[in-house]
């Protein structure tokens, strides 16, 4: 069979960029659609129509493929990781900027999953940074520290729930995805995810607010906290952050112009 012929049948059941990311990554997109002269080996075959049809049970292709591109970068992903998503690499764009700009050198990527975060930062920054990453999940982990030594980056890995394993340490740039999706809005492809990296309780802010109030001691005057949220969940969050005792002194937007990154100081008071 001409791989033509079988995109021809199945695209259709696919989102473009999922189509394109799968024929990309397996075979050279241009020879599906440019020439028709590729042919799929038996085995092919039975790849694809394996993908197809977990695909259109609903499971994510990243956790089919084992896979996902995040700022240009591949990395290893399985269940029991969030799959990562194109706001968190804005708020990476914005972090990278931030540790430019400020010379910032201790960092440390909270609840992090994968590793996307910590990785990303560390590898685009090329700068001697030092970073840290931690999350309560011992397999999100080993998934973790596969990715680094895949992108040959050098990172501190914590078991730690928030801070409880920090005790004492000190950044200059504190970066967090958390879980932040509400317990009832749990649905859909989600569920194919780690309920670990999504649940934030009834109104979705269990754990930034556990944030907010415990990275207070975690930061240096001038240093600075970013923590991903909701796109329904701005308002919420900025009365959180004054309660409990910060700036607001930027704002990521996703795509479509939703606040997704909240970026955060110690008040003036709190620094003296
Ligand atoms: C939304 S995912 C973010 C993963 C990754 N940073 C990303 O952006 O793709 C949230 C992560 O928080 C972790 N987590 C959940 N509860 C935690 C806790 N109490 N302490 C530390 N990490 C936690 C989960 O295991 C999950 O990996």
Not at 12 to 32: A, P
Not at 111 to 128: E, H, L, N, Q, Y
Not at 237 to 247: C, F, H, M, P, Q
Request: aromatic share 12%.
């Amino acid at each position: 069979m001409k791989l033509k012929d079988w995109c021809d049948l199945n695209r259709k059941f696919f989102t473009e960029s999922d189509f394109r990311y799968l024929i990309n990554t397996n075979f050279s997109f241009e020879s599906c659609f440019e020439t028709s002269t590729v042919f799929l080996s038996d085995e092919n075959v039975v790849f694809l129509n394996r993908v197809l049809d977990r695909y259109r049970n609903g499971e994510p292709l990243a956790y089919i493929l084992g896979k996902e591109e995040f700022y240009g970068l591949e990395f290893k992903v399985n269940p029991d990781v969030l799959i990562p998503r194109k706001e968190t690499e804005l708020i990476v764009e914005y972090c990278i900027d931030l540790i430019q700009s400020r010379k910032f050198v201790k960092v440390l990527d909270l609840c992090c999953g994968s590793a996307v975060i910590a990785i990303t930062v560390k590898k685009m920054t090329a700068m001697a940074l030092n970073l840290t990453a931690a999350d309560i999940s011992e397999k999100a982990l080993a998934v973790a520290s596969e990715n680094s030594q895949k992108h040959n980056q050098n990172i501190r890995f914590v078991a730690s729930d928030l801070y409880s394993a920090l005790e004492g340490e000190k950044f200059d740039l504190i970066i967090s995805n958390p879980p932040y999706v509400k317990t009832g809005q749990i649905e859909g492809s989600l569920k194919f995810e780690p309920i670990i990296a999504l649940d934030g309780g009834f109104d979705g802010l269990f754990f930034i607010r556990r944030i907010l109030a415990e990275s207070l001691i975690f930061l240096n005057p001038s240093s600075c906290l970013v923590i991903e949220i909701g796109y329904d969940q701005r308002l919420e969050v900025i009365e959180l952050a004054s309660k409990y005792g910060y700036d607001i002194i930027g704002w990521v937007k996703d795509y479509s112009q939703h606040f997704r990154g909240i970026v955060l100081r110690l008040k003036e008071t709190k620094n003296q």
